[in-house]
């Protein structure tokens, strides 16, 4: 997640979209007192690697901190967090401000829940044995999906973000955030992340119908946002 005050822009990070490569690219042109959240550190080794700026401005002051947060920091040197990665916008507008929030560009990236299920499947499954995909989605982690998804961009239920950019057209939509926010140079991707999904079939192939069921009731209201289908 990055909030930009140099660039006056908010991206709201879902999960399977991306996210971290994106951040990544936009690292490139924050300012010092721009807020960047952590990503894993061979994410962070590949930011240094090129130069970006690295996760910055996240950590809560002192004086948010409560007994846990400071036995947190004693037993394990953990500083609390209030910016991290994956935050819903509500957490995000609670922190910066009504006036920032409603006076920057929000955007983020939301791709088709099918095919967004399958990827979310093999990460969180990435060496044999895997589980059946029937077993998959009835557990948290499948849930996850919708928790830094649909939860991430919206507030009450509703859209809260300027623009959801769509996945499969990652980029053109970043040339055209690009264009909006002034960035003056094209956003360049790096790899980020190692390929775990060794399953390059279609979802329709790959999905029965109790998933396929399972995606249309979890997913509903992205279904009929961005009018993805089967």
């Known amino acids: 997640m990055i909030v930009s005050h140099k660039h006056k822009f908010i991206f709201l990070k879902t999960n399977k979209t991306a996210g971290t490569s994106i951040e990544i690219a936009l690292s490139k042109f924050c300012g010092p007192e721009d807020i960047i959240t952590p990503i894993s550190p061979v994410d962070e080794e590949t930011r240094r690697s090129l130069?970006?700026?690295?996760?910055?401005?996240?950590?809560?002051p002192w004086y948010e901190y409560g007994v846990r947060d400071v036995a947190k920091l004693a037993l394990k040197g953990k500083r609390k967090l209030r910016f991290y990665n994956h935050m819903?916008?509500?957490e995000v507008r609670e922190y910066i401000g009504r006036d920032a929030w409603n006076g920057y560009?929000?955007?983020c990236f939301e791709r088709n829940p099918y095919d967004r299920l399958i990827s979310h499947y093999y990460w969180c499954n990435r060496s044999e044995p895997r589980p059946p995909m029937s077993s998959f989605i009835r557990t948290p982690r499948a849930m996850m999906l919708k928790h830094r998804g649909f939860d991430v961009y919206t507030l009450g239920g509703k859209?809260?973000?300027?623009?959801?950019?769509r996945f499969e057209s990652?980029?053109?939509e970043l040339e055209e955030v690009?264009?909006?926010i002034g960035l003056p140079e094209p956003l360049q991707l790096p790899h980020a992340k190692a390929k775990h999904r060794s399953d390059n079939r279609g979802y329709r192939e790959v999905l029965g119908e109790e998933e396929r069921s399972w995606v249309d009731k979890t997913f509903g209201d992205e279904l009929r946002l961005l009018g993805y289908h089967y």
Request: positive net charge; hydrophobic residues 40%; charged residues 30%.
């Open 51 to 60: 130069g970006y700026r690295g996760a910055q401005n996240y950590l809560a």
């Open 88 to 90: 819903t916008g509500r």
């Open 105 to 107: 560009f929000k955007f």
């Open 159 to 165: 859209v809260a973000v300027d623009r959801i950019c």
């Open 170 to 172: 990652i980029a053109d």
């Open 178 to 180: 690009r264009r909006i």
